[in-house]
């Protein structure tokens, strides 16, 4: 597999699949930008999430007691639960064709490990070139990252891609995102 080509491909589909998200939802204060792929590592998908609908989600999912600081920050981080989940994920069936069909999963620790990294990669020129600032009110605020959904390794590819990629001051609020304290909590706050 061509890597570099990957990583091209990946940046490109990514940008048109949170363009046209922006552009249906342009009211919207989007607080995070991630691309996703599951354990085996067969496909690549894009998502993201806003104040508006992270605060939906906790209405109408979590009442009572179940209304708690760590349930708010699950709805919150965990890119399976957004509303934007698998946005744009139309642009990406020749990836994941390729990435599910390639030789190179024989060895496929490295694989992972490069289709990790062409993810970050992706995301990392984004930043660079400030994509993500067009796309939200508070620019600069938005936090970036790679994740991989029903791995025990999830956390740590989202704290390693986001430290590559986001500036230090965003990266370091993002290590703190499952951390509560039993204090009420301002949901429009997103750090």
């Known amino acids: 597999m061509d890597w570099s080509e990957l990583q091209s491909r990946i940046y490109h589909f990514a940008k048109k699949a949170f363009a046209e998200l922006h552009d249906k939802c342009p009211n919207e204060e989007f607080y995070a930008f991630a691309l996703y792929t599951d354990s085996s590592a067969m496909g690549i998908g894009p998502s993201a999430n806003s104040i508006e609908r992270l605060n939906e989600k906790i209405q109408s999912e979590l009442e009572g ?3 708690t600081p760590e349930n708010a920050a699950y709805y919150k981080w965990a890119s399976s639960e957004w509303a934007y989940e698998a946005v744009g994920g139309e642009f990406f069936k020749g ?6 069909e390639s030789a190179e999963r ?6 992972k490990d490069k289709v990790l990294q062409a993810m970050t990669d992706a995301l990392d020129d984004m930043v660079k070139e ?3 600032d067009s796309l939200c009110k508070k620019a600069g605020k938005a936090v970036v990252f790679v994740s991989m959904t029903d791995d025990d390794e999830s956390e740590n590819i989202e704290n390693a891609s986001a430290r590559a990629i ?4 965003i990266y370091e609020a993002f290590l703190g995102r499952y951390d509560v304290v039993n204090e009420p909590q301002e949901r429009q706050d997103v750090r």
């Open 106 to 111: 024989a060895d496929f620790k490295a694989f």
């Open 95 to 100: 990836i994941n064709k390729d990435l599910s």
């Open 166 to 169: 986001n500036p230090q001051a």
């Open 65 to 67: 007691e179940d209304e």
């Open 130 to 132: 400030r994509f993500f």
